[in-house]
């Protein structure tokens, strides 16, 4: 017996430990390496989570980075933007990716000292469907805010008939696919929804979306796409490289100025162009106007503190982020994202020199 | 933990073992102390979690106070109530140790009292492997194989039992693959070892003479079982269903996975639902302010409830242990 009792401690006290432990994970530790004050040949390391929208884009940056910097190393941890905002303003990492700007309840996290933003990519968000034989598909606002909220059921429902006259509409049931964890895409689905279809849409907006019963949550843009692919019926949102890759259908959709648009690079760029930029260059593309704008279009940061301790870590900054903005912007459009329109990134090149002033 | 290891501890006190620990007193005296900070310090990180996760979580209990057991779980709206997981971790562990608790005691009786001890150990080691399965891979073979699988499983089931009372609320449509069920499915394969090593270790000390004597009444082997071996052992196996509980409330990862995050309170067991540790993983990292904080608050209470359900299954492993051994 009392070798079962006390397996039984270690056990219970493992399962404690392991849930607590969850709660409290944090990032790896974060140090930078001094020296290497020479202004061509930059050494350090700069560590960083984040954005899981921009992963691809600062994965790939990291790789061609390291052939200009080769004595630099940069590491992005996922996490997500809550997280990456959090890691910032508790000093465990030198720069943040995030989705958004930093929220009303969190800017006491940061005591009041100056974040400054650098958009870095723009990206298009699908709504894609699986109808085979329906390739051409034309949604509006409206009617995405009541399909995903379980008011329209069916895909021959008059509503979708209406703006899709021609193509053949079976009488399947319609399954909304969602994101299962919380999302800077789900955000940014959900506010094209508030402002391209108000007072149709009341779940309003936020990471998490309280979604009608017996919708199906995918873990990630490509949990997603796996239940839209697998799913006769399923409609869901996706980032475009994702619903890409998964070789999904998607549909046009209205935008502002009354057009169907389709999502695409230069349909994203033409969105984030027309969006209204703030002079800390936060700004927003969704239901951005613009005749060729695709309306649910997000957008991702690198955050960052003006003010630097170290004059190393300055520079390794300004190195990494002119990359980002400058010549990284061209592996873009191959990793299923959209670069910025040259309006902004003129502004966030000449927001560089900003950094440790 | 330390008043049971000084009650079963008590013999050998008395007798001339004191002048020899005076002799070297200071190896002995540094063994002590290392040991003791050893024990400490995980006690200390327990209280550490506990009171700073409580420390992060004060908002959600200020702002909701006893809102916090509310039915609706909606970030948009600021509401954050935390019924529908605390009902889908009850109901997804209810359904595993269902499915778990009878054919863990059937393998623990097979291993102990049915086959003989050669070919009892294959069948240990690959119950322990199941043990050994990563629960991530649990849940990504859940979610990729096993989900889609069942799915027409219970879409046959649905149709079937459709206009029948009671059945059609628990099984009846509309189904999905990744729900309460599944869920509870892949925590009863992930429970199944505990239960079944924990109880074969009680089961084993039922002393040969209690089976013996049963035989001798001319009981057959089932007699023997329920007159000569439950009555022995069924304190223990309950605590090792307890500790089989604890670790399905907590499985985190797996059921994030399955459960198809749906924040509902449905008596549907086919339908997509959400769990306490899931929620948890899946909406932490876009989380802020509240939202954060109510998350942080889900842990405390699973903290709670998985420390009440250890408490409540030590106490009957070693009440059983003191009766058996009277």
């Known amino acids: 017996m009392q070798r079962v009792r006390s397996q039984g401690v270690v056990m219970a006290g493992a399962a404690l430990a392991a849930m ?8 790896s530790s974060s140090t930078t390496n001094g020296g290497g004050s020479g202004s061509s040949s930059l050494s350090g390391t700069l560590n960083a ?20 910097q080769s004595g630099m190393t940069v590491n992005y941890g996922g996490g997500g933007s809550g997280k990456g905002r959090t890691d910032l303003a508790s000093g465990v990492v030198q720069f943040a990716g995030s989705d958004s700007p930093i929220p009303s309840d969190e800017v006491s996290n940061f005591k009041g000292k100056t974040v400054l933003y650098y958009p870095i990519l723009i990206s298009p968000i699908t709504v894609s469907y699986n109808l085979s034989g ?11 805010a009541d399909i995903f909220q379980a008011k329209i059921t069916k895909w021959n429902d008059s509503a979708i008939k209406a703006i899709n006259p021609g193509v053949n509409l079976p009488g399947t049931s319609i399954t909304i696919a969602h994101r299962s964890d919380s999302s800077g895409t789900t955000q940014n689905f959900s506010q094209f929804l508030v402002e391209g279809a108000p007072g149709v849409w009341k779940l309003g907006t936020s990471s998490t979306i309280s979604w009608p019963a017996n919708s199906r949550g995918g873990d990630g843009n490509g949990g997603v796409a796996q239940i839209i692919k697998t799913t006769p019926g399923a409609i ?95 592996l873009l459009p191959g990793l299923g994202y959209a670069p910025l ?5 003129q502004k966030a090149k000449a927001q560089l020199s900003k950094i440790g002033s | 933990v330390s008043t049971v290891t000084q009650q079963v501890g008590p013999a050998g006190t008395a007798g001339p073992t004191r002048p020899l620990s005076e002799r070297r007193p200071f190896g002995d005296r540094t063994f002590q102390i290392i040991t003791l900070a050893a024990g400490l310090l995980v006690l200390v990180i327990l209280v550490l979690i506990a009171v700073t996760t409580t420390q992060q979580a004060a908002p959600w209990f200020k702002a909701e106070g006893w809102g916090i057991f509310g039915k609706t779980w909606n970030p948009a709206t600021n509401q954050f109530g935390a019924l529908a997981f605390i009902y889908g971790t009850a109901i997804t562990s209810a359904i595993a140790l269902v499915m778990a608790v009878p054919v863990s005691i059937g393998i623990a009786l097979l291993l102990t009292e049915v086959v003989r001890y050669r070919l009892a150990r294959p069948i240990v080691y690959v119950i322990d492997l199941l043990a050994v399965v990563p629960s991530v891979v649990w849940g990504l073979w859940g979610i990729l194989v096993f989900a889609p699988w069942i799915q027409h499983i219970y879409t046959s089931i649905g149709s079937a039992v459709t206009g029948i009372p009671v059945l059609d609320t628990l099984f009846g449509p509309p189904t999905s693959g990744a729900s309460f069920f599944t869920a ?22 039922v002393p040969a003479i209690d089976k013996e004597g049963a035989y001798a009444l001319g009981a057959t082997r089932l007699e023997m079982i329920t007159g000569a071996v439950w009555p022995h052992s069924k304190g223990g196996i309950v605590g090792a269903v307890l500790l089989g509980l604890g670790r399905a409330m907590g ?47 889900l842990g405390v209470l699973l903290f709670a409830f998985t420390i009440i359900i250890n408490v409540i299954a030590r106490a009957i492993v070693g009440r059983a242990a003191e009766q058996g051994s009277a």
């Open chain 1, 134 to 144: 329906v390739s051409n598909l034309k949604l509006t606002a409206p009617v995405i």
């Open chain 1, 236 to 330: 869901g949102y996706v980032d475009y490289a994702d619903a890409k890759a998964s070789g999904l259908t998607f549909a046009s959709i209205k935008n502002k100025e009354g057009n169907y648009v389709a999502p695409s690079v230069p349909a994203a760029t033409t969105a984030a162009d027309g969006a209204t930029v703030k002079p800390d260059l936060t700004f927003s593309a969704i239901w951005a106007p613009g005749a060729g704008a695709y309306p649910i279009t997000a957008q991702s940061w690198v955050l960052v503190y003006q003010k630097q301790s170290s004059a190393n870590t300055t520079k390794l900054l300004k190195s990494y982020f002119g990359y980002l903005v400058g010549d990284g912007q061209k």
């Open chain 1, 341 to 345: 329109p040259s309006s902004i990134d």
């Open chain 2, 251 to 297: 499985e985190t990862i797996a059921a994030a996975l399955v459960i198809g995050s749906s924040a509902t309170i449905t008596l549907h067991l086919f339908a997509p639902g959400d769990s306490m540790p899931a929620v948890i993983a899946n909406q932490f990292g876009e989380a802020s302010g509240t939202f954060r904080a109510a998350l942080i608050g």
């Open chain 1, 49 to 68: 989570s984040g954005s899981t929208l921009q992963l691809v884009y600062q994965q790939a940056a990291i790789q061609a980075f390291k052939q200009i």
């Open chain 1, 20 to 27: 607590a432990l969850s709660l409290t994970a944090c990032s």
């Open chain 2, 184 to 205: 509870g499915v892949i925590l009863a394969f992930m429970i199944t070892p505990i239960i079944t090593s924990l109880s074969r270790e009680v089961i084993a000390t």
